[in-house]
């Protein structure tokens, strides 16, 4: 069965910085989906980011990147210039290519931002 | 974007009822959704999946007396909490995959606040 690990119960960021949040994962499959998932205090889950393993270069939406590393099973997820709206709980997820819809979660990690 | 609902978005219930939540996706089908437990600070725990039509896959050590799951429509999936206890007090989230091919993208009710007195 997959696993999703997030180390980072907490991290804090100063506003305008930058933060790494850390995601592994453990498959046996070589074609799944990787996503963070952002659930602000309202406890919407909002998509912020998504990878497909298949491909190579890293996603990048805005001001959120990941770190993709296929062989180690990472997938970090880079927040620049930090907003206060950036504030939430954050989710790694995977997601199997071939056997169904099912998203199998990490624990989160709650970032907050600083002013 | 694709838009899925969840009513109520809280509900308080005397220990010993049931209560209905429902998770409607607005404006696609959704043959399969996904009902979802989460505690405060917690991750989202997979509870069962709802199949349209048939009966619905539940996660081990997922009561399926307790928690019935009805998928009667390709919009409609209901989870109802029967005889309510103050453990089972907890937020209740339903999501929904848009059935298209390669589509890989989840879309998230907003989520129920259940409350047992």
């Known amino acids: 069965a997959q696993t999703v690990t997030q180390s980072q119960p907490e991290m804090s960021v100063q506003e305008a910085e930058t933060v790494t949040l850390s995601c592994t994962y453990d498959?046996?499959?070589?074609?799944?989906?990787l996503f963070w998932y952002k659930q602000p205090p309202s406890r919407q889950m909002i998509l912020v980011i998504r990878q497909e393993a298949y491909k190579q270069q890293n996603a990048t939406e805005n001001r959120f990147s990941v770190n993709f590393q296929k062989a180690a099973k990472s997938f970090s997820l880079k927040i620049s210039d930090s907003q206060l709206g950036d504030a939430a709980m954050y989710f790694c997820a995977y997601r199997s290519a071939r056997y169904g819809n099912k998203l199998v979660f990490g624990a989160g990690t709650i970032l907050r931002v600083k002013s | 974007g694709a838009v899925v609902s969840q009513h109520p978005s809280w509900v308080i219930c005397k220990s010993g009822t049931s209560v209905k939540i429902e998770c409607r996706s607005l404006d696609f089908q959704a043959t399969t959704m996904f009902w979802y437990r989460q505690f405060p600070k917690q991750s989202l725990m997979l509870m069962a999946t709802s199949n349209e039509g048939s009966k619905a896959t539940y996660e081990q050590g997922v009561e399926k007396d307790k928690f019935l799951i009805n998928h009667a429509s390709l919009t409609l999936s209901t989870l109802t909490v029967t005889s309510a206890h103050p453990e089972d007090s907890s937020f209740y989230i339903c999501?929904?995959?848009?059935?298209?091919?390669?589509?890989?993208?989840?879309?998230f009710g907003p989520g129920t606040r259940l409350t047992v007195t």
């Open positions: 498959t046996s499959e070589s074609d799944y989906y």
């Open positions: 999501s929904a995959p848009m059935d298209r091919i390669n589509s890989y993208e989840q879309y």
